[in-house]
């Protein structure tokens, strides 16, 4: 699986405080199952919920929300853009710790979609794993690189642009 490092950094880089304190934001695998493929090629999906946990976070909510649906764009856009799923991609729930923190917990639904090919030049047998790139979103749904938010003239938060 190699979104949740993947969104791991990517949060750690919009949010500093959990670059400086990186036990403060767990990830959990939840409910995961494999999907194969059903044809002669190995290949399947992992699909499961990760469960982000962002805790004693001092920052304003919009600010871990915001790189999140960032990062989906990029990798997971299908959760946004389809009408099924786009009311339910990102499930929370908060406990206010007092009037400065909160343990912020953000559930995607993720999938990743792994295929098998004969390793070039390999033995008999051989065969190299690929995880397939996230199709596209929508081409009707052009949007700008997003890099960093703000609040009522406020910077929230800001990160590097997302490598394609």
Same mark, same amino acid.
């Given at each position: 699986?190699? %979104?949740?490092?993947?969104?791991?950094?990517?949060?750690?880089?919009?949010?500093? !405080?959990?670059?400086?304190?990186? !036990?403060?934001? #767990?990830?959990?695998?939840?409910?995961?199952?494999?999907?194969?493929?059903?044809?002669?090629?190995?290949? &399947? =999906? &992992?699909?499961?919920?990760?469960?982000?946990? @962002?805790?004693?976070?001092?920052? +304003?909510?919009?600010?871990?929300?915001?790189?999140? @649906?960032? &990062?989906?764009?990029? +990798? =997971?856009?299908?959760? @946004? +853009?389809?009408? %099924?799923? %786009?009311?339910?991609?990102?499930?929370? =729930?908060?406990?206010?710790?007092?009037?400065?923190?909160?343990?912020? /917990?953000?559930?995607?639904?993720?999938?990743?979609?792994?295929?098998?090919?004969?390793?070039?030049?390999?033995?008999?047998?051989?065969? !190299?794993?690929? +995880?397939?790139? !996230?199709?596209?979103?929508?081409?009707? #749904?052009?949007?700008?690189? /997003?890099?960093?938010?703000?609040?009522?003239?406020?910077?929230?938060?800001?990160?590097?642009?997302?490598?394609?």
């Amino acid at each position: 699986m190699r %979104k949740p490092p993947s969104l791991r950094a990517h949060l750690t880089a919009a949010l500093p !405080e959990f670059a400086r304190d990186p !036990e403060r934001l #767990m990830m959990f695998v939840l409910d995961g199952r494999i999907a194969t493929t059903g044809t002669a090629a190995l290949g &399947w =999906q &992992w699909h499961y919920t990760l469960r982000t946990v @962002l805790c004693d976070f001092t920052g +304003h909510p919009d600010a871990a929300v915001g790189p999140m @649906l960032v &990062w989906l764009r990029a +990798h =997971q856009s299908d959760l @946004l +853009h389809n009408p %099924k799923t %786009k009311d339910q991609a990102i499930r929370i =729930q908060a406990e206010y710790l007092n009037t400065q923190a909160l343990d912020l /917990v953000l559930d995607l639904q993720l999938t990743e979609s792994v295929h098998a090919r004969p390793l070039e030049g390999g033995a008999p047998g051989a065969f !190299e794993l690929l +995880h397939r790139a !996230e199709p596209p979103g929508p081409a009707d #749904m052009p949007h700008d690189p /997003v890099t960093s938010l703000y609040l009522n003239g406020q910077q929230l938060t800001s990160w590097p642009p997302l490598a394609s």
